[in-house]
């Protein structure tokens, strides 16, 4: 992980030398010769002109953020990824330090914009933020996508603050594995075991079936039982996360919710769109605050990743808040 460009407000303030300038100054002591003026009083240092212009943006940003957490009454973080990155490990320094001022067991809103990624890490990260929240009310804001493991992480919150832009994703794990000639192949885990229990069932009810048995025989059990276990993962983590989040009062039926997301007869592509109103629906049954396009409430937080959107490149993210703002550059 390379570190772009990293500040604090705390940095941003004009650092002094010496005595406040506004604090009024004891007179020499009798007898003594004044000192020089610039001795006497110290100049405070300030951001020069070019210093403020080149940071311009990131300033509006931080700005705003402070005004949305004016009327909120409370923090708001946010993690924007470019569209060639995923979450992996690394993320963990960037949320380490959007945590680090937040007070535990406060309410907290996290912004959230990512295709996807490492589900191992999602479920670090997530329970990274749970932790600090503890008891306090998370709401995770949605201005575009959260994919994939970006909706295993989403599924920790108390609730999702949503509209039309917004969307989540199925949470059927995608796996990279290189073949016998060492290309890299990406498969759906679901629909490889998909694929594997109706060849097999068909084989079942009729073992004469040649064209059922060449497709099985194409499907490798080792590789079944693997994607199983990775299945189950993504399983396990998503139950949790809701029995931890938005479930944890006792309602709702989290093993129901898991396996909606996991429908690949429901979701026929990894990358379909679930809207709000899909996530809001009887069979997924998640807790979603939707906002009106015209919202004067979304409206600001739109505004505000439009900004951050614009701040990364596709190999980069930007973890942000009203005291850091961090950009990293993700490995190609």
């Not at 303030?13 to 110290?42: H, I, N």
């Not at 990260?125 to 998370?138: N, Q, Y």
């Amino acid at each position: 992980m390379t570190r772009e460009q990293a500040s604090n407000s705390s940095d941003d303030d004009a650092p002094t030398v010496g005595p406040d300038p506004s604090e009024e100054v004891a007179p020499p002591p009798p007898g003594t010769d004044p000192p020089e003026l610039l001795e006497e009083v110290p100049l405070a240092l300030s951001k020069t002109p070019f210093f403020q212009a080149v940071h311009a943006l990131r300033y509006q940003r931080q700005a705003m953020i402070k005004l949305i957490e004016g009327r909120l009454n409370h923090p708001i973080i946010c993690y924007v990824s470019g569209g060639l990155c995923s979450i992996d490990r690394d993320d963990t320094i960037g949320f380490t330090d959007l945590l680090h001022n937040i007070p535990a067991g406060c309410d907290l809103d996290l912004l959230l914009h990512t295709g996807g990624g490492d589900i191992d890490a999602a479920e670090k990260l997530i329970s990274l933020v749970r932790k600090r929240v503890a008891e306090g009310r998370l709401r995770i804001i949605i201005p575009d996508f959260a994919k994939s493991a970006g909706t295993l992480m989403a599924l920790g919150a108390d609730s999702l603050v949503m509209s039309d832009t917004s969307e989540l994703g199925p949470i059927d794990p995608q796996i990279v594995l290189a073949d016998a000639d060492g290309n890299r192949i990406r498969y759906s885990v679901q629909n490889y075991l998909d694929a594997y229990k109706t060849h097999s069932d068909t084989l079942t009810a009729t073992p004469t079936n040649v064209p059922a048995q060449i497709m099985l025989n194409k499907l490798d059990p080792a590789r079944v039982k693997l994607f199983e276990s990775v299945r189950d993962r993504a399983r396990n983590i998503a139950e949790n996360q809701l029995k931890r989040g938005m479930f944890r009062d006792g309602t709702g039926n989290y093993t129901k919710t898991a396996a909606a997301l996991l429908d690949t007869t429901r979701w026929l592509t990894h990358g379909q769109m679930i809207s709000w109103e899909d996530a809001a629906d009887d069979e997924i049954g998640l807790t979603v605050e939707y906002l009106e396009p015209t919202n004067e409430e979304w409206q600001e937080y739109w505004q505000l990743y439009c900004l951050q959107r614009l701040a990364v490149g596709d190999r980069q993210k930007l973890f942000e808040s009203n005291y850091a703002s961090l950009v990293v550059d993700s490995p190609a």
